[in-house]
Structures are given as C-alpha cells and as structure tokens.
C-alpha cells in the first residue's frame, strides 16, 4: 500500500499515540525495566546498585524456582500434547456428518468461556478427597478407591494437567475442525478413490494440509502455558507445600510477598527468554521465507 | 444425550463447508462408536458442570452424607442468596455482590476504551501508516506473546509514581494495554480486508484522517467489532491476575472476590455457598458464549492467528 504512505500524517501520529505509548512504553522501556532490575540487589523497592549476575546464580540455586521449572515443563508438555490428540480426535468425529454438531460444539466449547479461577475451583472440587471422584466412588461401594492426586506432591501437577486439558480441549476442536473444513474436498475424493481408508486419509493427508490451524493451536497453547497463573492459585495454591508452584506464580510472589524485585525481576527476564528465542527463529523464518519469495 | 434425541433433531446447522466424513448409513457399529465417543467425551466436560449446580441447590448436610451426583433431595436456593449477598472474605460478609459491581466497573469502560483505541490503531496503520508505524506494530504483535510477568513490576512502579496504582483508572489502563496488541491485529486485518476504493473515495470528496474514520470506517466495522466486544468483555471479566495486582483491595473483582471466599474461608467449607458462587462468576460470560454462538468461535480463531 506504499501510494497511501506520506511522510508525515500528523492526525494519523495523534491517534496512534496509546499505540506508541504502549509499544515503545510498555513493551520495550517497561521490559528493558525488568531486565535492568534483575542485575540489581532490589529488595522491597527497586534500587540501581548493580550486583552483576548475583540474582541469578541465587534463583538457580533455589529449591522452588526449579521445582517450577520443571512443573512448567511437565505441565506444558503433557497438556499441550493432550490438548493436540485430543482435541484433533475430537475435531475428526466432529466431520463425521454427526447430527447435533453445534450442541457437542458447544459443550466441548464452553469450559473456556470461563474464568481460570473458576476452572481451578471446579477440578479442585472434583479431585478433592472428601467431597470429589474419590467420595463418590466409594459411596457407589468400591471402599478401597483411593484417587486424591491433589494432596499428593508427586501428583498434584497431573491434576493441573487434567484441568488445563478440560478448559483447552474445546478451543484446539474448534481451530483444528475448522482447518479440516479448510482443505479442498476434491483432495478427500481422490482419497477415497484410491481407497485409502478414513483414518490415514486424516493422519496423513489431514494433518500435513492444515500446518496452519495446527500452528495456530499450538501457538495458543504455548502462550497460554507460559502464562498460567490463575489456575494454579485457584487449584492448588502452588501446593502442597510448593510442590505445584510455576514461573508464573514464583515471579508473582517474590515481587509481592517476599519483596525480592531482583530476584523476581530475574525469573521474569528467564521466562522471557524461551519467548525471544520462538520470536527471533520465527522472525528468521520468515525473513528466509520472504527473500526466496522475493528472488 | 440420549440417542433419541439425537434422531429427534432432523437439521443440525451446517459449517460454512462441509464435513469430509462417509455419508452415514442408517446405523453401523462405526456410527455407534462415533457417537459413543463424542457422548463420553461431552460428559468428561459437563460433568464438572453438573455437579456443581446440583450440590449448589443442596443443604450441607445432605452433601455430607448423600453421594455427590444425586439431584438434591430438598432443593434449596439459600446458597445462592448467601453467595451473592452474604459469603464472607475474612470480616466482610457482603458476598459476591460487591466483586460483580467492580468487575462491571471495570469491564465497561476498559471494553469501550480498549476497542477505540485499537480500532484508530488499525486504521491507522492500514491507511495512513507513518515511517516507522510498522516497527510499532511489530513491537505490539511482539507483546502479545511476552508473559504477563516480565513488565508486571514496571507497571506497578509507573502506575504509582502517576498515582494511579491501585485504583479503578489504573486497572482500565491496564486492560487497555494488555488488549491492544490483538485487537490492533484484528482491526488492521480487518481495515485491510476493505476495498482500498472506499478509503480512495473519501480522500476524492477532501475528508480527512478523522472524517474517514467516523464516517466511512466505524460503520464498516460492525462485525469486527462484535468480536472486538466478545474477546475483550470475556477476557476481561474471567481476568484474575490483574485485577489482584492493579485493581486495590477496594475494586477486586468478582474472580478475586471469588477465590477470596473459597480458597481463604478458615472453618467449616460451605461448598454448596461456594459453588453457587462459582457459578454465579462464571456467568455473565457464560450468557456471552452462549448468545453469541459462532461469533466466539469465529473470535478465538481470529485472535489466534497472531502475527
């Protein structure tokens, strides 16, 4: 569109100055901030005396830092992997021509309409001990029943894992079926002449056909990784003990509780950094990907 | 769901495209196993449901003793009424009713602000991009992947020293920043989508930046903006982190009024006062999801495919 750019379409400056303001204010002073306070001894309020790389070589020596390290890896990998077979399964018997196709819809939908808060308090309940599954099993007679995964510190991460699944299934069908719309129903014709049989036309022309929708639902499921904080304060708390504790919520609570800005300051520049990493290879990409469009 | 109402219901809506599975003949083992499936796979996420609306209408000693996904024997609503107007968060005993006033306070304004900002944005960038204007956005796109976490603190720190940390402007400005990165890419996406003609024309009759914008694009921008409405009113009110960091004590809203009266309650666990609760939190975006149908849909796939 470069026959609409002027050089300086003053209007146009006036109404994007929250842009401004918030590009330039928020995501790259607001972030040089951050990184800034983490080569600091802040404590309760941040200061400048700079202490070189001291908060991190403290964090990584922390107990809780990397116990949620690894709950990040272990919840994000198993969610996203379930969230993906899950949700793809769902997608493939949804575009088996089933009748009531928007009410299933609606039902694998509606868990993430809701609040994080309020997913965490419903599985809180399901898999409390004395009210949820475990209660309910044995009143139908099974005495021995025994499946409390919350207050068990090896276990309690699964349990996020079951309700991250329960809230994300829905929105990975939804993209993912509407990706198998997307491809050319002439490609399913010539499958089913050559006599391929369903479930390899989905595996292996599916899948391939739609990188788009499934890069769309793994972006989304990454971004909302990263980010799961309400989940776990509602669930579980970080607990018991911290044995369910995340980045996220680690970052939170040494800026608030523990007044050590630094130290959180330097959690925070590490979750950053797998971002920057997916940001610059993405930007690479795509750059690389351009230019051979371009020659 | 039982099978007959499934053969009852004779013309389910159809997708814009059509579905790739085999024609179905009347009843196969294939049919059954493929309903069967999408049957056990509906009750896995209604479940969780279920039983909180059914032990939100009992009395506590009949969740004590009686088996949880039984219909309540003597239905009650006092737990709703106590949830709304009575739970107690330590001392104070006003139940959710003060959370759902602030979460209104806030989600209103912060709809309405964030969606005009990101709409000038759009059309900004789409028509009268500036030098450096897609640097900007890049940046922006950029943000919408950076954890929340990492410009928290900054935030805090600029909000005070202006006065307005802790205190219902702040937390409208906050969720004015956070939603402009995806409602900006929605807006230019959309912006984009237009016939450059239209803009053309308004340049032809002489109206300028803001004229084109109230005359020619917001009434174009109907559908977009619906969307705009739907992500911002559902993400803003299911909003947890923010409102306990930036909203002060006195404007948390219902999400942190709710896990308040749950997860801090010292003594016995009123679950059924809780789980009303819950419900009633849950429910103005639940009446958004289910009015607005395949708009939300249409909405998440939009805002998913960022960048």
């Given at each position: 569109?470069?026959?609409?750019?002027?050089?300086?379409?003053?209007?146009s400056?006036?109404?994007?100055?929250?842009?401004?303001?918030?590009?330039?204010?928020?995501?790259?002073?607001?972030?040089?901030?951050?990184?800034m306070?983490?080569?600091?001894?802040?404590?309760?309020?941040?200061?400048?005396?700079?202490?070189?790389?001291?908060?991190?070589?403290?964090?990584?020596?922390?107990?809780?830092?990397?116990?949620?390290?690894?709950?990040?890896?272990?919840?994000?990998?198993?969610?996203?992997?379930?969230?993906?077979?899950?949700?793809?399964?769902?997608?493939?018997?949804?575009?088996?021509?089933?009748?009531?196709?928007?009410?299933?819809?609606?039902?694998?939908?509606?868990?993430?309409?809701?609040?994080?808060?309020?997913?965490?308090?419903?599985?809180?309940?399901?898999l409390?001990?004395?009210?949820?599954?475990?209660?309910?099993?044995?009143?139908?007679?099974?005495?021995?029943?025994?499946?409390?995964?919350?207050?068990?510190?090896?276990?309690?991460?699964?349990?996020?894992?079951?309700?991250?699944?329960?809230?994300?299934?829905?929105?990975?069908?939804?993209?993912?079926?509407?990706?198998?719309?997307?491809?050319?129903?002439?490609?399913?014709?010539?499958?089913?002449?050559?006599?391929?049989?369903?479930?390899?036309?989905?595996?292996?022309?599916?899948?391939?056909?739609?990188?788009?929708?499934?890069?769309?639902?793994?972006?989304?499921?990454?971004?909302?990784?990263?980010?799961?904080?309400?989940?776990?304060?509602?669930?579980?708390?970080?607990?018991?003990?911290?044995?369910?504790?995340?980045?996220?919520?680690?970052?939170?609570?040494?800026?608030?509780?523990?007044?050590?800005?630094?130290?959180?300051?330097?959690?925070?520049?590490?979750?950053?950094?797998?971002?920057?990493?997916?940001?610059?290879?993405?930007?690479?990409?795509?750059?690389?990907?351009?230019?051979?469009?371009?020659? | 769901?039982?099978?007959?109402?499934?053969?009852m219901?004779?013309?389910?809506?159809?997708?814009?495209?059509?579905?790739?599975?085999?024609?179905?003949?009347?009843?196969?083992?294939?049919?059954?196993?493929?309903?069967?499936?999408?049957?056990?796979?509906?009750?896995f996420?209604?479940?969780?449901?279920?039983?909180?609306?059914?032990t939100?209408?009992?009395?506590?000693?009949?969740?004590r003793?009686?088996?949880?996904?039984?219909?309540?024997?003597?239905?009650?609503?006092?737990p709703?009424?106590d949830?709304?107007?009575?739970?107690?968060?330590?001392?104070?005993?006003?139940?959710?009713?003060?959370?759902?006033?602030?979460?209104?306070?806030?989600?209103?304004?912060?709809?309405?602000?964030?969606?005009?900002?990101?709409?000038?944005?759009?059309?900004?960038?789409?028509?009268?991009?500036?030098?450096?204007?897609?640097?900007?956005?890049?940046?922006?796109v950029?943000?919408?992947?950076?954890?929340?976490?990492?410009?928290?603190?900054?935030?805090?720190?600029?909000?005070?020293?202006?006065?307005?940390?802790?205190?219902?402007?702040?937390?409208?400005?906050?969720?004015?920043?956070?939603?402009?990165?995806?409602?900006?890419?929605?807006?230019?996406?959309?912006?984009?989508?237009?016939?450059?003609?239209?803009?053309?024309a308004?340049?032809?009759?002489?109206?300028?930046?803001?004229?084109?914008?109230?005359?020619?694009?917001?009434?174009?921008s109907?559908?977009?903006?619906?969307?705009?409405?739907?992500?911002?009113?559902?993400?803003?009110?299911?909003?947890?982190?923010?409102?306990?960091?930036?909203?002060?004590?006195?404007?948390?809203?219902?999400t942190?009024?709710?896990?308040?009266?749950?997860?801090?309650?010292?003594?016995?666990?009123?679950?059924?006062?809780?789980?009303?609760?819950?419900?009633?939190?849950?429910?103005?975006?639940?009446?958004?999801?289910?009015?607005s149908?395949?708009?939300?849909?249409?909405?998440?796939?939009?805002?998913?495919?960022?960048g």
């Amino acid at each position: 569109m470069a026959s609409l750019r002027r050089a300086f379409p003053v209007h146009s400056i006036i109404g994007t100055v929250p842009m401004i303001l918030v590009s330039v204010g928020v995501f790259v002073v607001g972030i040089g901030f951050s990184v800034m306070w983490s080569f600091t001894s802040s404590k309760l309020f941040p200061n400048w005396d700079f202490v070189g790389l001291l908060q991190y070589e403290r964090l990584w020596a922390t107990d809780r830092w990397l116990v949620s390290v690894n709950n990040i890896w272990i919840f994000g990998l198993l969610s996203i992997a379930c969230n993906m077979v899950f949700g793809y399964l769902l997608a493939v018997f949804m575009d088996q021509r089933i009748r009531q196709e928007d009410t299933f819809r609606s039902i694998f939908l509606y868990p993430f309409a809701m609040s994080l808060i309020v997913t965490g308090l419903v599985w809180q309940w399901a898999l409390d001990p004395n009210l949820g599954l475990q209660t309910a099993v044995r009143k139908f007679g099974w005495e021995s029943f025994t499946f409390a995964p919350l207050v068990d510190p090896q276990l309690a991460i699964y349990g996020l894992v079951v309700a991250g699944i329960w809230q994300g299934a829905g929105v990975t069908m939804a993209i993912l079926l509407a990706g198998l719309r997307g491809i050319d129903a002439e490609i399913w014709k010539a499958a089913k002449v050559d006599g391929i049989p369903n479930w390899r036309a989905y595996l292996f022309i599916g899948l391939p056909m739609m990188r788009g929708a499934i890069a769309t639902a793994f972006v989304l499921q990454c971004v909302s990784v990263v980010r799961v904080y309400d989940l776990v304060i509602a669930m579980t708390g970080g607990g018991p003990g911290y044995a369910t504790t995340m980045p996220a919520v680690y970052v939170i609570q040494l800026i608030t509780v523990r007044q050590n800005v630094g130290q959180g300051m330097a959690a925070a520049t590490m979750m950053l950094m797998p971002i920057l990493l997916v940001v610059i290879i993405g930007g690479i990409l795509m750059w690389r990907r351009n230019r051979k469009a371009t020659a | 769901m039982s099978a007959t109402d499934m053969a009852m219901d004779s013309s389910a809506a159809r997708d814009d495209a059509e579905p790739h599975g085999p024609k179905p003949r009347r009843v196969s083992p294939g049919r059954i196993g493929v309903y069967a499936f999408l049957v056990v796979a509906a009750l896995f996420f209604l479940i969780p449901l279920y039983i909180m609306i059914v032990t939100s209408l009992k009395g506590m000693p009949e969740i004590r003793l009686g088996n949880l996904f039984n219909l309540p024997a003597e239905p009650t609503v006092q737990p709703w009424i106590d949830a709304m107007w009575h739970a107690c968060t330590g001392r104070d005993c006003y139940g959710l009713s003060p959370g759902f006033l602030n979460s209104v306070k806030i989600t209103v304004p912060s709809v309405i602000i964030s969606i005009i900002c990101a709409s000038i944005n759009g059309y900004a960038l789409t028509y009268w991009p500036y030098k450096g204007a897609n640097v900007l956005f890049g940046l922006l796109v950029f943000g919408a992947f950076v954890p929340y976490q990492v410009v928290i603190y900054p935030l805090i720190i600029g909000l005070s020293s202006v006065g307005l940390f802790a205190s219902l402007p702040g937390i409208i400005i906050i969720h004015t920043i956070f939603g402009m990165p995806l409602l900006t890419l929605l807006y230019r996406n959309f912006y984009a989508s237009l016939p450059v003609e239209l803009f053309k024309a308004g340049r032809v009759d002489g109206a300028g930046f803001w004229r084109i914008f109230f005359y020619i694009m917001i009434p174009m921008s109907v559908p977009i903006t619906i969307v705009a409405v739907i992500l911002q009113v559902t993400g803003i009110w299911n909003d947890f982190l923010f409102g306990v960091v930036f909203a002060g004590r006195s404007n948390w809203p219902m999400t942190v009024q709710l896990n308040n009266i749950v997860n801090t309650t010292t003594g016995v666990r009123e679950y059924n006062v809780n789980m009303a609760a819950t419900i009633l939190t849950a429910a103005v975006p639940l009446i958004v999801y289910f009015v607005s149908g395949r708009w939300f849909v249409r909405g998440i796939a939009a805002g998913a495919v960022k960048g």
